[in-house]
C-alpha cells in the first residue's frame, strides 16, 4: 500500500505523490476542504505536511487537532512556521514596528516555548526542529554578513518542525 501524505494549504506549491489539498479552488490541487474539518477517517495518513499554513488559519489548534486525528500511530506532522525571533522581526519590533510582508494575512504567531506548550495539550512530540528558509524573501544589503555571524534562530526567516503522537 501507498503512503498517505497529505499537503495541507498547498495554494500554489502543490507537489507530486502528495494528496493537495487547499481551501480555495487553485490549479494543481487535488482536493478543496479546510484544515479545520479533514474529510478523512482516522489514521488513514502516513504524513500530513502543512508549510506555512498555521498562522493564517482562525482557529490553528482545531486544525493541529484534525492533523493528528487523520494521522497514523507511526506518522509524522511536518509543519513550517514563520520565525518570529528572525532579525528583521526583531528588529522591527524594537523599533515599534511591525514586520509583515505586504498582503500578509497572518493571524497568530508562536516562539517555541508557545508552540512546545501548544503541541503538549495535542499529545504532539517535536522530533526534530530546524530554522530555515522556506521560500525566497525580499534580501537585505547586509544578508551576506547577517548569515555568516548571527545564530539561524536570528536569521532564517521560518521554523520547520517535525511531529510524532505522543
Known sequence: ???????????????QNQ????????KDIDLIADAHHLPF??????RVEAH??????ENPYRA??????????????????????EWRRTLGGL?????????CDHKQCW???????LLSQLDLQIVKRQFTE?????????DWLLRRVLPPILFMPHTEYCLKKV
Do not use: Q, W
Request: aromatic letters at 4%; glycine letters at 8%; a neutral charge.
Open 52 to 57: 506555512c499554513v498555521l498562522e493564517h488559519l
Open 64 to 85: 493541529l487537532i484534525e492533523f493528528r486525528r487523520v494521522l497514523n500511530d507511526g506518522g509524522e506532522i511536518r509543519l513550517t512556521l514563520p520565525n518570529p525571533c
Open 111 to 117: 516562539d517555541l516555548a508557545e508552540m512546545c506548550n
Open 41 to 46: 477517517t482516522d489514521g488513514c495518513a502516513n
Open 95 to 103: 523599533r515599534g514596528e511591525t514586520y509583515v510582508e505586504k498582503g
Open 134 to 142: 522556506r521560500y525566497r524573501r525580499r534580501k537585505h544589503r547586509m
Open 1 to 15: 500500500m501507498a503512503d498517505i501524505i497529505l499537503n495541507i494549504g498547498s495554494g500554489n506549491r502543490a507537489e
Open 19 to 26: 494528496l493537495n489539498i487547499d481551501i480555495h479552488p487553485i
